[in-house]
């Protein structure tokens, strides 16, 4: 069970709007992650930057190119053979980690930037610098565990966020929400003794990875801290949004986190290849506006979004412009 807390008021270094544009972190080196022939390409970057250029997404906003990120960040949640596997991959010019997890030559130092991205997109909108900050990187990262990459993850961005907030910041408390439609293992799996951090991932089950029942809440102090929704395929746009509404946003307010994270996948949708719901573009919009008005009423608007998958990408574009518009609203 949720443990209700009073909400902490961390001061902004300024006074923002929370109608002022959400940041952009963004980089053309993601495309340098080669991955070949696989759905998890460079493509799904170049699509998402068409899509933002054309819609004009790049102007009259923050726009921000990430850093790499320190390796402690990294181990703060994975173990050290996990990016000893990756670097050594890498400089021997590429290697299959699993059936779907592949390693290029540049993989490791790109890996580095989205997670570095990642923490910058926490630190944008925790010192004031924006609202919001929508991190585009990859590789995703929500299936990596803490001592192993998979499911095409290298390392866990989201989680590298979630303990940058609350090491670097100071924050107590963190909630990730996932609505990519598989479930995020390797997240559930860093935070699964945590009660500093609330994970909520709705998903198609059964499905890839396998793991996301209902009864995984948790354990040890951080039992009832994990909170899956597993939905059947086929699942439509008014599925998801009353679990969103009947249990995604009680479930925050009852936690009061101090930062809103989302792992925003966008492969629910129902043109991706890669799963079976029948979720359109304009859902991507409603899950958004209803999480940055949770964020405006418990965490002073605090939110940032990393991207995680997607592979239609006709569809991927236009849903991330669609969350943008509706996170500007």
């Known amino acids: ?77 994975h173990a050290p053979h996990v990016v000893d596997l990756v670097q050594r991959a890498a400089h021997q010019g590429g290697a299959w980690l699993d059936a779907d997890t592949y390693v ?10 989205a ?25 995703p990262g929500h299936h990596a565990e803490p001592d192993r990459a998979m499911g095409f993850c290298l390392f866990n961005n989201i989680a590298i966020a979630a303990e940058h907030a609350l090491n670097a910041h100071g924050l107590e408390r ?28 709705l998903h198609q089950y059964p499905f890839y990875p396998g793991s996301g029942s209902s009864a995984e809440r948790g354990a ?11 939905l059947p395929a086929g699942s439509t746009n008014e599925v998801y949004l009353s679990r969103m509404t009947d249990t995604v946003i009680p479930a925050l307010h009852a936690f009061a986190p101090d930062l809103l994270l989302v792992s925003a996948g966008f492969d629910a949708h129902t043109d991706d290849p890669l799963a079976m719901m029948r979720v359109t573009t304009d859902a991507f919009a409603d899950w958004a506006s209803l999480l940055r008005d949770a964020a405006g009423e418990i965490c002073n608007g605090r939110m940032a979004l990393l991207l995680e998958g997607g592979y239609n990408l006709r569809a991927l574009g236009e849903s991330v412009v669609t969350v943008l518009r509706a996170l500007d609203d």
């Open 1 to 77: 069970m949720f443990i209700l807390h009073r909400a902490t008021i961390t001061a902004y270094t300024r006074v923002m709007s929370n109608s002022e544009p959400t940041a952009i972190i963004w980089s053309d080196r993601y495309l340098d992650h080669d991955t070949g022939s696989h759905p998890e390409s460079p493509e799904r970057i170049a699509a998402i930057g068409r899509a933002l250029r054309n819609a004009g997404m790049f102007d009259n906003r923050t726009v921000l190119s990430p850093e790499p990120a320190a390796l402690d960040s990294i181990l703060a949640v």
């Open 104 to 113: 290029s030559s540049e993989s490791y130092d790109v890996a580095l930037l």
């Open 115 to 139: 997670a570095g991205a990642a923490c910058q997109a926490v630190d944008t909108v925790i010192t004031g610098n924006a609202p919001r900050a929508f991190a585009f990187v990859r590789p």
């Open 220 to 230: 040890g102090s951080g039992e009832g801290y994990t909170l899956n929704i597993p």
């Open 174 to 201: 963190v909630a990730i929400v996932d609505w990519d439609v598989h479930h995020g293992n390797g997240t559930q799996a860093a935070f699964w003794r945590r009660p500093d951090v609330l994970f909520i991932s």
